[in-house]
RNA sequence: CGGGGCGUAGCGCAGUCCGGUUAGCGCGCAUGCUUCGGGAGCAUGAAGUCGGCGGUUCGAAUCCGCCCGCCCCGACCA
């Protein structure tokens, strides 16, 4: 491709709107504009990219056995009524009308669509397993979109779906994906772990999220660096058994206004970790406490797991008249009537916890959990906090942000047995199938390898995803040697199908060589008159920001062997 | 949905507090000449519903009200 004649409008700047850096380069090197909040144009440069990506997955997925679809966007509500996630995705859910005022709505994932394919057609185990993909646009009314395509309301996700008639059926579709997709990024060259994650709306069996390690990830990781202990901090978990366990004895405690864990903990100088935080929740209408360690926070994601979607926080005003009228920060366990306590794991079973007495400006010391308190269940609601114990082998915990860049779920029989998708097995009874499904985002591929390999000066793109191999440069087009040369070069690259960009805009050299960088190509082929004279090119790979001289006679072969070296 | 910020030429921004000639700056763009190893120089030129609507005023980019859009933090989230 010639410069001159493309279309890639690189800026020296952006709207100080752009604020993580795959976004700001994304922008400055002409690969998106965007045309809403979360809505983008995908530039030829960009789109390129994208079919870069699209193409590794496309190969990764078709050997596993992958055969792909194109399913509608568009789609008629009743189909997303069958499993209620018409309801479940709520706002999230594109929703628009056509001319006989039917609703209709922009798919925001496909496994209904799936299942409506399946149901009827797939008829017998002997047709199993399927493993069915789509690379397409999926939509969703973000109630926030942000860090540029990271959190899109329009976005290309691969999405894949198996089909199977049993558990070790879908245990081994799973297993080809997790491959596949370690295949897939490993490819793509981003570094990335894999760890165990929450269901949320999707429901099943187990799920396992591939993360990207990045400062500007959504996701918070807690991880193990001795034994390789990776979850989601949302249903993470540490050991915490080291805490007193010593005889006590119950103590009320004058503490004048003092409320907050903080505050109380200051006072009395007793270490936050020997309270109690004794948390209001509404639970269908009903109030419950939770007791939670005193230096730990609840963890929302958790209580989702263990109460399903409808709890929430008790307001400050409702606690009061619940409590009979003790304020937020003198509440507590002890002697509590007609509410069900239940208490986290972490401060079960333990002994000289200190929480509020149910008497406004007093608390208790010396709590018994097993003696002071009857307790309704002992649940896992806490958040795990960095430093603490790994559960698998006791080492600390680190905790880290990432990029969510793949998700694999065991589905199970929630789709198909709300839509009637069924096969005989070989006994002959009409079972369920058995689902799991597997998404990609592919501009997070992007997004994250750019977060990953990139330096003040642009993008360094890995050969992977490289839209081109090799920058050509001719410092000066006027000059006519020049020109002649690094026409030579470009097409011996095009004679031997070797990917490349010629500047050959009549434009200073420092606009080409800035530019160069900035677009990332992992090798500049850079003629200049001086080094013309003397029978030498430059070469400079672009990740090293090194160059070296290279005889023109020779170029051919170095050109090759450099890039051979080049991951 | 809560908190904060922003919207002025294609892009990036100043001007708004404290109303007052013709609304500025940098980049880019067009034409010409020069220049050619790190976003060139000179000259000339084109380009603006100051987000929208309404109000106050002799006079509004500037003050007031409503609305729209975008960004950040939080909530939420595949």
């Known amino acids: 491709m010639r410069l001159s004649k493309a279309f890639i409008p690189t800026l020296k700047e952006t709207s100080s709107k752009a604020v993580i850096k795959s976004h700001q380069l994304m922008l400055r090197a002409g690969l998106i504009r965007m045309l809403s909040a979360g809505i983008y144009s995908y530039l030829p440069l960009g789109w390129k990219i994208m079919q870069k990506a699209m193409e590794i997955i496309r190969e990764e997925m078709n050997a596993i056995g992958g055969q792909e679809f194109y399913l509608p966007a568009l789609n008629p509500v009743e189909i997303w009524e069958e499993t209620g996630r018409a309801g479940d995705f709520g706002d999230e859910m594109f929703r628009l009308k056509d001319r006989k005022n039917h609703q209709l709505v922009l798919a925001p994932t496909h496994e209904e669509i799936i299942c409506a394919n399946a149901r009827g057609e797939v008829r017998s185990y002997k047709e199993l397993p399927q493993i069915w993909y789509q690379i397409q646009n999926k939509f969703r009314d973000e109630p926030r979109p942000r860090s540029g395509v990271l959190r899109a309301r329009q976005f290309i996700m691969k999405d894949s779906y198996s089909l199977d008639y049993d558990q070790a059926g879908l245990d081994h579709s799973y297993e080809l994906h997790k491959e596949a997709y370690k295949k897939i990024f490993d490819r793509s060259g981003i570094k990335y772990f894999i760890v165990g994650a929450s269901s ?55 503490t004048p206004n003092v409320r907050t864990i903080e505050e109380v903990s200051e006072f009395l100088n007793v270490p936050a970790s020997r309270f109690i935080k004794s948390l209001v929740y509404i639970v269908d209408d009903e109030p419950i406490l939770i007791l939670i360690r005193g230096d730990h926070e609840l963890n929302e994601s958790k209580m989702q797991v263990r109460f399903g979607a409808k709890f929430r926080p008790a307001a400050e005003d409702e606690i009061e008249k619940i ?52 307790i309704r269940e002992i649940i896992d609601v806490s958040t795990v906090k960095a430093g603490e114990k790994c559960p698998e082998c006791g080492h600390p915990l680190r905790i880290v942000n990432a990029i ?37 985002g592919v501009e997070r591929i992007l997004a994250t390898h750019i977060e990953q390999n990139s330096d003040d000066k642009g993008i360094v793109w890995s050969k992977a995803l490289a839209p081109y191999f090799v920058h050509i ?95």
Request: net charge negative; with cysteine; charged share 25%.
């Open 404 to 440: 969510e860049i793949g998700h694999i779920f065991k589905l199970g029989t929630k789709y198909s047995e709300a839509m009637n998708a069924t096969v005989l097995n070989p006994g002959g009874e009409k079972v369920p199938i058995i689902m799991g499904s597997y998404g990609i």
């Open 323 to 374: 409590m009979d009228g003790t304020h937020t920060g003198f509440i507590g366990p002890v002697g509590l009537k007609g509410m069900a306590i239940y208490v986290d794991k972490t401060v079960v079973n333990q002994k000289g916890f200190i929480s509020g007495a149910n008497k406004d400006h007093f608390h208790l010391k010396g709590i018994d959990l097993k003696r002071d308190i009857s």
């Open 200 to 254: 949320g709306l999707m429901g099943g069996s187990g799920s396992q999220e591939f993360m990207a390690e990045s400062d500007v990830g959504e996701d918070t990781i807690v991880l193990c660096d001795h034994c390789r202990y990776a979850v989601n901090l949302e249903i993470a978990t540490s050991d915490l058994t080291e805490l007193v366990d010593e005889p006590t004895r119950l103590e009320e405690v004058s």
């Open 473 to 567: 440069i001719p410092i000066n087009v006027k000059n006519e040697s020049v020109l002649e040369q690094a026409e030579a070069v470009y097409d011996y690259c095009n004679q031997e199908k070797i990917s490349a960009l010629i500047d050959d805009r009549n434009v200073g050299p420092g606009f080409k060589l800035k530019d160069a960088d900035l677009l990332g190509m992992p090798l500049q082929i850079i003629v200049g008159e001086k080094n013309l004279k003397n029978n030498r090119l430059e070469f400079k790979i672009r990740r090293l920001q090194k160059s070296f001289l290279v005889d023109v006679n020779h170029y051919k072969e170095e050109l090759k062997g450099t890039l051979q070296k080049i991951e």
